[in-house]
């Protein structure tokens, strides 16, 4: 079992739809990192959170650090916020931190 | 200028042949991370070094080898390259300061797609 999983694996919706992409782990972590990767394959961090919410225009990450569990939310969606979403936590591992990543949401958002 | 650069872009290769990725940054941070990313599998962790004089080995170590030139240079080889290493690969940079966990945010390269025939 992996120890980050994402759902959903595909997720396609209209333009304009408010769209939630979950992000679960099953060992305690430092923090949760959301990535987004485009098209074209380049990787651009979105958030970096240890706990409550944080929102940068249409994007709100939220972590509840107690259940084990982060959302990605997108408002109004958009064609161009077609891209695959990462999720990554941070785990101890002796003196180290280390990102361990899910496998990504694939988003498709149709005009 | 992007922050994390790496050369080449894209590389076809043959069975056997040595093969450097190089990542450069400007960021000037301390820590940087190399990584490849297969199809349908999470990124994973190659090599990663914390400084000029630091180098540890991540999940998927055997096959590859690293140097740290510089405090904004690390390079990733393949001393004999095989076709399962055909992969995207990724260079990453993080500040890590001790504290707090939110100094761990990682900053990408644009990626290298090799192929190995």
């Known amino acids: 079992k992996n120890e980050v999983e994402q759902s959903p694996q595909n997720l396609t919706a209209q333009e304009g739809e408010f769209i939630t992409i979950n992000c679960s782990y099953s060992?305690?972590?430092?923090?949760l990192h959301w990535l987004q990767q485009h098209p074209g394959g380049g990787i651009v961090s979105l958030f970096m959170?240890?706990?409550g919410k944080k929102k940068h225009g249409r994007l709100i990450a939220t972590i509840n650090i107690q259940e084990k569990h982060s959302s990605l939310h997108i408002t109004a969606s958009h064609p161009r916020d077609s891209a695959v979403y990462i999720c990554a936590a941070l785990i101890s591992s002796g003196s180290a931190r280390q990102l361990t990543f899910g496998s990504g949401t694939q988003l498709t958002v149709l005009p | 200028d992007a922050d994390v650069t790496q050369t080449p872009r894209n590389r076809i290769t043959k069975t056997g042949k040595r093969i450097m990725l190089e990542c450069s940054q400007t960021k000037g941070h301390d820590r940087m991370y190399w990584y490849r990313q297969d199809p349908g599998l999470g990124l994973r962790l190659i090599y990663y070094s914390f400084d000029v004089k630091d180098i540890n080995k991540g999940e998927i170590s055997d096959g590859y080898s690293v140097s740290r030139q510089a405090q904004a240079k690390f390079s990733l080889s393949l001393e004999s390259a095989i076709p399962n290493q055909t992969a995207l690969y990724f260079c990453?940079?993080?500040?890590?300061?001790?504290?707090?966990?939110?100094?761990?945010?990682?900053?990408f390269g644009p990626g290298t797609r090799l192929t190995v025939l």
């Open positions: 060992v305690g972590i430092s923090a």
């Open positions: 990453a940079t993080s500040d890590g300061a001790r504290g707090l966990a939110e100094n761990n945010e990682q900053f």
């Open positions: 959170l240890s706990s």
